[in-house]
């Protein structure tokens, strides 16, 4: 009970004296709404390594901006990435639907597929990002995911009957009509 009690309590002193430092490290490099999360992120990742942390005040520190370094860089990657998607999904949506040159209609469409992405499983918005996003084979994202191709094969079959799932839901209780205006 005492190795718990000093595993708590050690934590409890390194986030009383790092929180603030890590906080505005994250404010400085992200969103007001981002760095929240980022530095909620550094310490459930000292959570789990605290036995790895350096013990001496300035070590442990250090320690933790390392970490920061890559949260915040695993965070705008994400962000790079979802601003990507949203950019092809509006050029597919140009070249692909013939009627759909309305800004309007287009916004929101983008906005739908946008909200229907986010609405996804990590797992399967993952798995459609490296598919459609990325461009990346099968066999690309088996590597990557650490799967089998098959699985992948799978896993992007059932992330699009999810999302189109999603798409005609919010479709059915949202229409737009041809004269401008939602019905």
Known sequence: MSAVWGFDARFNALYEANYPAMRDYCLRRLSENDAPDAAAEIFAVAWRRIEDIPTGTNDARRWLYGVARNVVAHQRRGHARRNRLATRLRATTR???PGADIPVVRRLEDARVADALA???????????LKLWE???HADIAAILGVSAHAVD???KRATARLGRLLS????????????GEA
Do not use: F
Request: proline share 3%.
């Open 135 to 137: 461009e990346l084979s």
């Open 169 to 180: 839901a919010r479709n059915a209780s949202h229409r737009v009509n041809p004269e401008g």
């Open 154 to 156: 799978m896993r992007v």
């Open 119 to 129: 609405r996804l499983k990590e797992t399967d918005r993952e798995v459609l990002l």
């Open 95 to 97: 070249e692909s639907a």
